[in-house]
């Protein structure tokens, strides 16, 4: 795994990299933008378009973290485990 992780970092880019990677629309039309090179971060936009904020996901990327779901009052990310087990974790 380290040396795989090691190879992506080391790659030169074929062309522009896009600014985005994921979106997410929650309940509240909030719009929730994926930085493009990292599964960490995320910047979340109002139904109007302005800016509401940044949110870092703890542990995301290489440790097989994700978000990957926001509902009326929750977040759901999704967490592999050294044993390759899927876990659903829901947080208010």
């Not at 522009?16 to 910047?43: M, N």
């Not at 109002?46 to 542990?59: K, P």
């Not at 978000?67 to 977040?75: F, I, S």
């Amino acid at each position: 795994r380290a040396q795989s992780v090691a190879r992506r970092v080391a790659q030169k880019p074929n062309g522009p990299y896009p600014a985005l990677s994921k979106v997410i629309v929650d309940p509240h039309k909030r719009v929730w933008v994926g930085d493009f090179e990292s599964e960490s971060g995320w910047t979340v936009v109002d139904s109007l378009g302005l800016i509401r904020g940044r949110f870092t996901l703890r542990g995301a990327g290489i440790s097989r973290t994700q978000l990957v779901g926001v509902g009326e009052q929750h977040l759901v990310v999704y967490v592999e485990d050294s044993d390759g087990a899927v876990h659903l974790r829901y947080y208010r």
